[in-house]
């Protein structure tokens, strides 16, 4: 080290406050009695300088992903969302902790927890944290989407917990490895029409039915003009198959 270096001040690195309570309410799952959880989407830079992967097998979802738009950029959000992530990395027991005990409140007794408004199962610790809450919190129901299909065939496929279902969504690296006739899916569809012409069942009622009505599951996309005009009409399972095969195409010997 330098002599200038051993002279500067130290560098302090931000840490974002713990949220009190970590879970949430959106307008829109608030009419429902679902509660979340949220870490941001896809990636984050936090405060102290650390890049961190959220959604590591996202794929063109990515690329109209409704968590990067609208009220989830506001900065008072953002920084939740950050801090919300920091915890998890830097005290995942503490997390898991403080998680269980808020879940033994009488409200959350026969109601939904929605694992992830935004972002996904980041690591298979992290995961293997939602199961040690899920088995010490049975009176609770939990849900999520997720595209981390081979973290779920290895930790969750092989002894599920009774209270908690899942829905596998198309739109990402791992859609190669899902089967719609074993699995849960559910794909983005550009409308409500769309959906009901391929003989898919709109959620568009209830979120839960992403995970409690017939499969499989259409979602219609978000109405964001750039959004819309990327996806181009297709469905993210349709984007992403394109995707996969112009990448194999340029991987392959000419
Ligand atoms: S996995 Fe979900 S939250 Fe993450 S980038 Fe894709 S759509 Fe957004």
Same mark, same amino acid.
């Given at each position: 080290m330098s002599p200038a270096a051993l002279l500067a001040p130290p560098v302090r690195r931000r840490r974002p406050r713990r949220p009190e309570r970590l879970l949430t309410q959106n307008s829109e799952l608030r009419e429902e009695g679902v509660w979340n959880w949220t870490l941001p989407a896809l990636a984050a830079r936090l405060p102290d300088g650390r890049n961190v992967l959220?959604?590591?097998? @996202? *794929?063109?979802c990515a690329l109209a992903?409704?968590?990067?738009?609208g009220t989830y950029t506001w900065p008072g959000v953002r920084d939740r969302h950050h801090a919300n992530l920091a915890y998890v990395l830097d005290d995942l027991a503490g997390w898991t902790r403080q998680m269980a005990a808020e879940l033994?409140?009488?409200?959350? @007794? *026969?109601g939904w927890v929605r694992i992830h408004d935004s972002g996904d199962f980041l690591s298979a610790r992290y995961l293997a944290a939602w199961l040690r809450i899920m088995h010490f919190r049975p009176a609770v129901r939990f849900y999520c989407y997720t595209k981390e299909v081979s973290l779920f065939r290895r930790y969750v496929q092989p002894a599920p917990p009774r209270n908690f279902r899942w829905v596998f969504s198309y739109?990402?690296?791992?859609?190669?490895?899902?089967?719609p006739a074993v699995d849960r899916v559910a794909d983005v569809y550009p409308d409500e029409a769309a959906i009901l012409a391929d003989g898919w069942n709109s959620q568009d009622a209830s979120d839960l039915l992403a995970v409690l009505?017939?499969?499989?599951v259409g979602i219609p996309a978000n109405n964001i003009p750039r959004f819309r005009r990327r996806q181009a009409g297709r469905t993210f399972r349709q984007w992403q198959a394109e995707e996969d095969a112009r990448r194999a195409r340029r991987r392959a010997p000419a």
């Open positions: 959220t959604c590591p097998s @996202a *794929g063109v992903c409704y968590a990067r738009n033994a409140h009488p409200r959350h @007794a *026969g739109g990402g690296k791992e859609d190669h490895l899902l089967d009505g017939p499969a499989p």
